[in-house]
């Protein structure tokens, strides 16, 4: 076979040409039955559906981590409501990384919790790995707890104010992460970020994932000194 025969690289092109076709295709079929099974889910828990993206949610979340990194940042399927003093908003965000070759698509389920009763100090929490390690050996900041050695082998948690962190993380929290794996929080003020890094969550296990959300918005909460609970 000749591989600069017209022919047979036209039959290439083709071929791939239909073949990213077709992944396409099922992409946007799977995209298409996730968004309708997330209305249902929605409607189950009694949250407002919007399956277009809002362009307002992400301006007003570019002071945390999760949004200040990549390019291409989509807030999408977003479902929202209130329980009692809390604003709910649950989306699925999608952001590039990267480019070329190199590019990768980063897809999670993210739950936000807006809270008046809330006044937490600005942190972020998420899953530790090598690169953490080798970047803590040059004074890449990790706040860990000495009475937590499991959390603070497993996390890597930061803040510009690592007083009020490590007194606002009380035993019960520090034991709550010690006990879960893959976890990823941020917060700051009235709003707490709930997420696993490039993880969707099926519609189906939803009201789990946002029953967990509330379990750690009632850990800040009880965690806030009295004169801020009021």
């Known amino acids: 076979m000749n591989m600069n025969d017209p022919i047979i690289i036209a039959l290439i092109v083709a071929g791939s040409i239909m073949a990213?076709?077709?992944?396409?295709m099922l992409v946007r079929y799977?995209?298409?039955?996730?968004?309708?099974?997330?209305?249902?889910?929605?409607?189950?828990m009694s949250l407002d559906f919007s399956r277009l993206p809002d362009t307002q949610l992400l301006p007003s979340l570019r002071a945390f981590p999760l949004f200040s990194q990549g390019h291409s940042k989509?807030?999408?399927?977003?479902?929202?409501?209130?329980?009692?003093?809390?604003e709910i908003t649950i989306f699925d965000y999608r952001y590039t990384t990267g480019g070329g070759k190199n590019q990768h698509t980063h897809n999670q389920t993210v739950v936000l919790l807006k809270s008046s009763i809330l006044d937490v100090p600005p942190f972020s929490l998420k899953p530790q790995n090598v690169f953490h390690n080798i970047g803590k050996a040059f004074g890449y900041q990790d706040i860990d707890f000495d009475s937590h050695p499991v959390f603070s082998e497993k996390y890597l948690l930061r803040s510009k104010d690592e007083l009020a962190i490590r007194e606002f993380f009380t035993d019960n929290i520090l034991d709550y992460y010690e006990s879960r794996t893959g976890l990823?929080?941020?917060?700051?003020?009235?709003?707490?970020l709930f997420f696993r890094a490039s993880k969707k969550v099926k519609p189906e296990n939803l009201p789990t994932f946002?029953?967990?959300g509330f379990?750690?918005?009632?850990?800040?909460?009880?965690?806030?000194p009295d004169r801020v609970k009021g």
């Open 210 to 212: 946002l029953k967990d």
């Open 184 to 192: 990823s929080t941020e917060a700051g003020g009235d709003r707490l």
């Open 30 to 44: 799977y995209e298409k039955k996730r968004t309708e099974a997330l209305q249902s889910a929605a409607q189950e």
């Open 20 to 24: 990213i076709a077709v992944i396409v």
């Open 215 to 224: 379990h750690i918005y009632t850990l800040f909460k009880h965690g806030l």
């Open 74 to 86: 989509k807030a999408f399927n977003v479902m929202s409501g209130m329980a009692d003093e809390i």
